[in-house]
């Protein structure tokens, strides 16, 4: 009979599990066991938060839970971060967690967390598997919670003694969940919606797209005339080159967006929560009851009417909301004031070319060459700080899951994220533009990136300082700089002690080849820009 931890890795497999990320501890060491000749791969992470960080990057490229295992107490706490950005983003994934033997419970034995406290207001279900003949049905459910509805995280503590109990238990079927759909009547209201505004705008966002969701998406704004704009960190999902494409609306938003939202008549928010960053500080729409006529249409039901005070408030899921009113497509009679051609003209303006820059190297010249050079298919990852601004802004995603950026707005997800993309993707040009502070958060998964055979190119936007900090203290504190320094270390040598490829850029001339060098070389390289620390982002510069 199998052990209780080889259990969970038949359940793994049963459920489609092909990659798990984890930092080994004592307390799970069955599970260990049994991935042991499994079918499934193990990365091994250098910390907790950068394995859960890539199961999280994981989830958001496959649509089902990605998985990761971490150790009891601080192993647990260390993995925090990692289900943070899976909450905000609304991804899939499953935490496995080592715990302390059943029979120890309450005492504060070794390394002895509740994690149902710990964990209880962060993920979706926390739970703790006391009884190994249970393992399918629990873990069944697991990946129900996950994803269903507004997916997210789910965590489980493993007993140590648990584990290594013999069961009779199998593994359960596929889980595959429901997508909820509209009702034929809102389908119809919504189109009457449609149908007669005259400056309507789609913002879309969140989870549970699927590639032909996206391509439904932009026959549908075709079909009506309607701009489509994408929610904070969510570009991936409408092609920026398309006559439609309105822009991003997060930070830094082109105000021409941003009082076209606000002027609408009729806001169509389509699989987004549109909180704080996209909403602008929660101003672009009224609360309880926006000025706009508002249909919001999201999987899960407790997001609507959470905030706002929807028109019409539809549950279901994008693609399904996407097919019912392409069914009905014969009935488009759209009644336009503005044109989508307006919203994508002044997308343009703002973001064809870049403003100039100061230094030797700038943050303009680098996402230019990106987006002339890099192939449409091509992953970009990144973290949290003004460095993103510029990609954000001037960068073209080539369309669906070739963005991966934690909307929870996290510092080191960039690293992370490109090794589960290139691991997932060894075919794709994955590249990570991190900036220095960033990069350092995650900086030892560089490790993680080589042992693995990750291939991701990391750009580290080195400005010697925490950059998106220094520009709030000057402006609310100017002259006294505090805590915002930061002592780099040669990351090209640091990047080469590890067998890769690492190259320093000191002018945007060296920017191209260092770029193609980089794409040539069979395994993770690094790319060291050297900023000048006053360039802070496209509208400012530390001396304003």
């Given amino acids: ?17 092909d990659r798990v990320f984890c930092v080994p501890g004592e307390s799970y060491l069955d599970v260990l066991d049994g991935l042991h000749g499994s079918k499934i791969e193990t990365v091994v992470a250098r ?13 958001k490229l496959t649509g089902r839970p990605g998985v990761a295992l971490v150790t009891r107490g601080p192993g647990a706490t260390n993995a925090a971060c990692g289900v943070h950005i899976a909450r905000q983003d609304s991804t899939p994934m ?14 504060e034995a070794f390394q002895e967390v509740d994690y ?25 459910h697991a990946w129900y919670v996950a994803m269903s509805g507004r997916p997210g ?15 009779t238990a199998k593994p359960g079927p596929r889980v595959n969940v429901a997508a909820p759909a509209p009702a034929p009547d809102d389908a119809a209201r919504a189109i009457d919606m449609l149908n007669g505004a005259q400056r309507p705008i789609v913002i879309v966002g969140g989870s549970r797209w699927r590639a032909e969701d996206t391509q439904a998406l932009t026959r549908f704004a075709e079909i009506w005339q309607l701009p489509v704009a994408c929610s904070f960190r969510r570009q991936g999902l409408f092609r920026q080159d398309h006559p439609n494409y309105a822009g991003d609306v997060g930070l830094g938003i082109n105000p021409a967006l941003k009082q076209r939202i606000a002027d609408a008549d009729l806001v169509l928010l389509l699989g987004a929560r549109f909180s704080e960053n996209p909403s602008q500080g929660f101003t672009l729409f009224d609360i309880p009851k926006p000025r706009q006529t508002l249909i919001h249409v999201h999987p899960g039901a407790e997001e609507l009417g959470r905030i706002y005070v929807p028109d019409l408030a539809i549950n279901a899921t994008p693609g399904t909301f996407l097919d019912a009113v392409l069914a009905a497509a014969h009935s488009a009679s759209p009644a336009r004031v503005a044109t989508p051609g307006e919203a994508n003209a002044d997308y343009r303006a703002w973001s064809d070319v870049p403003p100039p820059s100061v230094g030797a190297v700038t943050m303009s010249a680098t996402i230019s060459h990106l987006r002339d050079a890099l192939p449409d298919d091509a992953i970009i990852t990144n973290g949290a700080g003004n460095y993103a601004i510029w990609l954000h802004r001037f960068f073209r995603y080539g369309g669906f899951g070739t963005q991966l950026a934690p909307t929870s707005g996290s510092m080191g997800y960039g690293l992370p994220a490109a090794i589960a993309a290139s691991l997932r993707h060894p075919d794709k040009a994955i590249v990570c533009l991190a900036g220095d502070g960033c990069f350092q958060m995650t900086q030892a998964e560089f490790a993680t990136a080589v042992q693995a055979g990750a291939k991701p190119i990391v750009i580290v936007c080195d400005n010697a300082s925490y950059g998106t900090i220094r520009m709030h203290q000057e402006r ?52 060291h820009l050297k900023l000048d620390p006053r360039d802070l982002s496209p509208t400012m510069q530390l001396t304003d």
């Fill in 153 to 167: 995280p789910v965590v489980l503590a493993l007993p140590e003694d648990m584990l290594r109990e013999q069961v």
């Fill in 476 to 527: 609310t504190y100017p002259g006294r700089v505090q805590a915002t320094a930061l002592a780099n270390p040669d990351f090209t040598r640091w990047a080469q002690s590890y067998g890769a490829l690492a190259l320093s850029v000191t002018k945007d001339a060296d920017l191209p080849e260092a770029l193609a060098a980089a794409r040539a070389h069979d395994g993770a390289s690094l790319i």
């Fill in 94 to 107: 499953v935490l496995l967690v080592g715990q302390i033997g059943r029979e120890m419970h309450g005492r």
């Fill in 1 to 17: 009979m199998p052990s209780g931890g080889h259990l969970i890795v038949q359940c793994l497999e049963a459920q489609g599990t």
């Fill in 116 to 140: 149902r406290a710990f964990y209880g207001s962060m993920a979706k279900w926390v739970d703790e598997l006391d009884c190994a003949e249970r393992i399918p049905e629990v873990l069944s």
């Fill in 47 to 59: 910390h907790e938060g950068g394995a859960a960080m890539m199961a999280e990057a994981d989830g």
